[in-house]
């Protein structure tokens, strides 16, 4: 299919680009990194007639502390994410995404916007309840991640993300991140589970445990039960997953429960439990 | 602003050369390189991502050429295995023989300059994480471990016998 590209340098040309490329039916998609798109498109899973590449937009470069939030661009690397270590939780779950090389392409932006299943950079954003600087045809707007993120990004025909934004006492917590693959060092998550304490509450984000990324406030509710034993607060937590549990060639939905129950015995070890 | 349409000629810096090509913008990098310009040192495997056979230097930087397109690396420099010439790395991989069919080197030698680069002193742990971007059939590993510990072993001495 014939596809144009664009290279828009501020955040006004780029949504009037979206915006005028719309209009003449030419079918617009931001780009990032590219991974995705060039992956889906193989498999003519991705259709666009024009891509606009944000990464050169100064404001999707920033990685900056602003007042009470450190300001991540949408367009850093995880590369550069784990290299400058602003938000070790991040910084740490995003160094375990892909392979060193390939997170030299990956951006933030487009790991948590894309339609591949993990994103698992979402997931300290999702603990840390960060907000999205989001870009849309009536301006800016700073919204709560979990306003716009449910199973996957909810953006309107011309939004895009900007930036990432956390609170600069969210990013310093105790934290567990773990990534456990089936056999390689390198592979999509069996699981990946990201968790920090707040307020000696527990906030747990998961990957490749359903079809989605998720962080559950009734499986925090059990995890955080002082009622219960910690044994019994797990089997709880495995009831109220939020969804169908993965079952494919990589895991049985029955080991991927395994992993879940075994995972969560290894961050109430690390993080304490109550 | 760059616009590339859908077939255009652009200029794109490669090897310290500025090449024009005509190119498609839905081109992946490794295509153009390949077949419109001619450099056939970064291969092409699984063309998704996961073996590093195409990895070429972006700016510097390391980057898997099949999984970028080709509008992307317009005005930024592009190193491919033909632009280099003698290096260190090229001499320690015949010294400590770490190939065997060869196909994954350039892949492989494209990465390791990337790392020795940025990393002076590279350790275990690093070389390892960035080693593993790129697959090698033949499993040449450990003597490409030994190849970038000689490289570092001679810096060192090096930078001794300047001090
Ligand atoms: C070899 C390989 C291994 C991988 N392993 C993993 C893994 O272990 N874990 C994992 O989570 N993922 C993995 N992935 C998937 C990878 O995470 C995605 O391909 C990547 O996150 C997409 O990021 P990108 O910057 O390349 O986005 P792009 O491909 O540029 O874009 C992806 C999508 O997001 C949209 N988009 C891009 N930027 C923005 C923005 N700023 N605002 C709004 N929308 C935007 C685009 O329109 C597109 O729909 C792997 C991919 C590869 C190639
Ligand atoms: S051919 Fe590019 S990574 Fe395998
Ligand atoms: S030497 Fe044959 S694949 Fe590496």
Same mark, same amino acid.
């Given at each position: 299919? #014939? ?76 590369? @550069? ?6 938000? /070790?939780l991040l910084?740490v779950t995003a160094s375990r995404v892909a $392979? ?11 790991n948590?916007?894309?339609?591949i299943i993990y994103k698992e950079a979402i997931l300290p954003l999702l603990v840390? $309840?960060?907000?999205?600087?989001? #870009? ?16 996957? /990004? ?12 956390? @609170? ?7 934290f567990f991140s773990v990534k456990k693959r089936k056999?390689?060092?390198?592979d999509y998550p069996l699981l990946t589970l990201t968790a ?8 747990v984000a998961i990957s490749g445990l359903c079809?989605f990324p998720f962080r ?12 219960? /034993? ?5 089997? @709880? ?9 993965r ?5 049985? #939905? @029955?080991?991927r429960?395994?992993v879940l129950?075994?995972t969560l015995?290894e961050m ?7 | ?19 024009? =090509?005509?190119?498609? +913008?839905?081109?992946?990098? %490794? ?8 450099? *056939? ?14 990895? =070429? ?9 099949? !999984? ?8 930024? +420099? ?6 280099? &010439?003698? *290096?260190? =790395?090229?001499?320690?991989?015949? &010294? ?12 492989? %030698? !494209?990465?390791? &300059?990337?790392?020795? +680069? ?6 275990? +742990? ?12 033949? *499993?040449?590993?450990? &003597? ?20």
């Open positions: 299919m #014939a596809m144009e590209y664009y290279r828009p340098t501020t955040i006004k040309e780029a949504l009037q680009l979206y915006q005028q490329l719309s209009y003449a039916g030419k079918n617009p998609a931001y780009m990032s990194g590219g991974t995705e798109i060039v992956t889906l498109s193989r498999f003519h899973l991705f259709q666009a007639a024009s891509l606009i590449d944000l990464t050169h937009i100064p404001e999707t470069r920033v990685h900056d502390v602003d007042g009470n939030h450190l300001v991540l661009g949408a367009s850093l690397t995880l590369n @550069e994410i784990s290299e400058k270590n602003g938000f /070790p910084a $392979d060193h090389t390939t997170r030299n392409h990956i951006t933030l932006g487009g948590i916007s894309g339609k840390s $309840d960060s907000l999205l600087l989001i #870009a849309s045809f009536e301006g800016l707007k700073t919204v709560p991640i979990h306003a716009v993120f449910h199973k996957e /990004p909810h953006l309107s025909p011309g939004e895009w993300v900007v930036q990432v934004l956390t @609170e600069k006492n969210a990013v310093d917590r105790p056999i390689d060092v390198i920090i304490k707040v307020d000696g509450k527990l906030r079809d559950s406030v009734a499986m925090e509710q059990v995890l955080n039960d002082p009622s219960r /034993p910690v044994s019994a607060r797990i089997i @709880e937590a495995l009831k109220v997953i939020p969804g169908d549990v079952n494919d060639w990589i895991a049985s #939905a @029955e080991y429960r395994f129950q075994t015995e109430y070890a690390a993080l304490g439990g109550m | 602003m760059l616009h590339v349409g859908s077939l255009e000629k652009v200029r794109l810096n490669i090897n310290g050369h500025n090449r024009w =090509v005509t190119i498609k +913008a839905s081109e992946r990098l %490794i295509d153009v390189l390949r077949n419109r310009l001619g450099y *056939t040192g970064c291969k092409p495997g699984c063309l998704n991502g996961d073996c590093g056979a195409c990895t =070429v230097l972006v700016d510097g930087v390391p980057m898997k050429s099949c !999984m970028m397109l080709a509008p992307q690396v317009v005005g930024k +420099a592009i190193t491919t295995i033909e632009g280099l &010439e003698g *290096t260190d =790395v090229q001499k320690a991989f015949i &010294e400590h023989n770490a190939f065997q069919c060869g196909y994954c080197t350039p892949g492989f %030698i !494209m990465n390791i &300059e990337g790392l020795l +680069a940025k990393h002076r002193h590279a350790d275990e +742990a690093i070389i390892e994480d960035w080693l593993q971007s790129n697959i090698c059939r033949c *499993t040449s590993y450990q &003597e490409m471990k030994a190849a970038i510990q000689d490289v570092l072993h001679k810096r060192d001495q090096n930078h001794e016998e300047l001090e």
